[in-house]
Nanobody
């Protein structure tokens, strides 16, 4: 019910946009966001947006480079990633939280998870 797309191989300094489609009318009231997991590391929070699309929340490591936006008509969120570096290499997971609050992504306890999409940043 939550499906990511848009991953791939990019070079350092490049930009990439990931998308997450949440199927089902109930997701119009869910907060949506992203986590990532690099090889041999724990999953970490990246960015989230509330159900109205009016409030966002970012990890300090991506502030100013990543932008999350929501297309409410389609229950889709997009993560625009700029100036990617090799440390951005990870599997990126979309998640949904029934609270509808972006700040809920301080916790990795989520109602739904996608399967993940691989992003590799390498020259």
């Amino acid at each position: 019910q939550v499906q990511e797309s848009g991953g791939g191989l990019v070079q350092p300094g490049d930009s990439l946009t990931l998308s997450c489609a949440a199927s089902g009318r109930k997701f119009s009231r869910y907060a949506l966001g992203w986590f990532r997991q690099a090889p041999e590391k724990e999953r970490e929070f990246v960015a989230a947006i509330n159900w109205q699309g009016t409030s966002t929340y970012y990890a300090d490591s991506v502030k100013g480079r990543f932008t999350i936006a929501r297309d409410k008509d389609k229950n889709t969120v997009h993560l625009r990633m700029r100036s990617l570096q090799p440390d951005g290499t990870a599997v990126y997971y979309c998640a949904a939280d029934s609270s509808g609050i972006a700040g809920s992504f301080r916790s990795a306890q989520k109602d739904y998870w996608g399967q993940g999409t691989q992003v590799t940043v390498s020259s």
